[in-house]
């Protein structure tokens, strides 16, 4: 079984500052998907980024970007220039290649302070 | 990605009632799943509903709580039975673009039991 650990429960940052966001997971698997997927006070679970384990290069979209670590088993999120929209819980998520199953980490909520 | 609604946002309901929740993608997919959020925790895999068979549970929930319809490639329904307030949560729906191996959320329907 796989499972997936955010070890930051809660963290702030300054607009316009970085904030870099952990999760580790454990697998098996040779083969599969993490994703970091934010859920606003609205509580509509927003993919946010998407990352194959096959690809050596670091997935970006816009102002986020992760730092995957296959042989170490981490998946980081990176959020540059960080706005006001971007306060929300941050969840971690694994699945296998051909699986249906998400597995999701605890959450990270993200306070962005004017 | 997709469009996904589902009915109702929200509701208050007594104790050994039942309600039905509804999901409807803008799109035919052949994978939706059910996901439930207990307050301040992550989000659980309920169950997968592939049009035209019966639904796979995942351990710790059963049909007699938590049937299941899936009529059709962009419909489904849960419905949590038998309430009482543990069963206070946040309901998602998401679905699986066939070949995508990644999920797109519903907005969410949020329960409370009294």
């Known amino acids: 079984a796989q499972t997936v650990t955010q070890s930051q429960p809660e963290m702030s940052v300054q607009e316009a500052e970085t904030v870099t966001l952990s999760c580790t997971y454990d697998?098996?698997?040779?083969?599969?998907?993490l994703f970091w997927y934010k859920q606003p006070p609205s509580r509509q679970m927003i993919l946010v980024i998407r990352?194959?384990?096959?690809?050596?290069q670091n997935a970006t979209e816009n102002r986020f970007s992760v730092n995957f670590q296959k042989a170490a088993k981490s998946f980081s999120l990176k959020i540059s220039d960080s706005q006001l929209g971007d306060t929300a819980m941050y969840f971690c998520?694994?699945?296998?290649?051909?699986?249906?199953?998400?597995?999701f980490g605890g959450g990270t909520r993200v306070l962005v302070k004017p | 990605s997709a469009v996904i609604s589902q009915k109702p946002s929200r509701d208050i309901c007594q104790r050994g009632t039942s309600l039905t929740i509804q999901c409807q993608v803008d799109?035919?997919?052949?994978?939706m799943f059910w996901y439930r959020q207990q307050p301040g925790q992550s989000l659980t895999l309920i169950a997968t509903?592939?049009?035209?068979?019966?639904?796979?549970?995942e351990s710790g929930f059963v049909i007699d709580k938590f049937p299941i319809s899936r009529p059709n490639l962009t419909f489904s329904t849960l419905t949590v039975s038998n309430m009482s307030p543990e069963d206070s949560s946040i309901y998602l729906c998401?679905?699986?673009?066939?070949?995508?191996?990644?999920?797109?959320f519903g907005p969410g329907t949020r329960l409370t039991v009294t």
């Open positions: 697998t098996s698997e040779s083969n599969y998907y």
């Open positions: 799109s035919q997919v052949t994978m």
């Open positions: 998401s679905v699986e673009p066939s070949g995508r191996d990644e999920q797109y």
């Open positions: 998520a694994f699945i296998k290649a051909a699986g249906n199953k998400l597995t």
């Open positions: 990352q194959e384990a096959y690809k050596q």
């Open positions: 509903a592939n049009q035209g068979s019966e639904a796979t549970y």
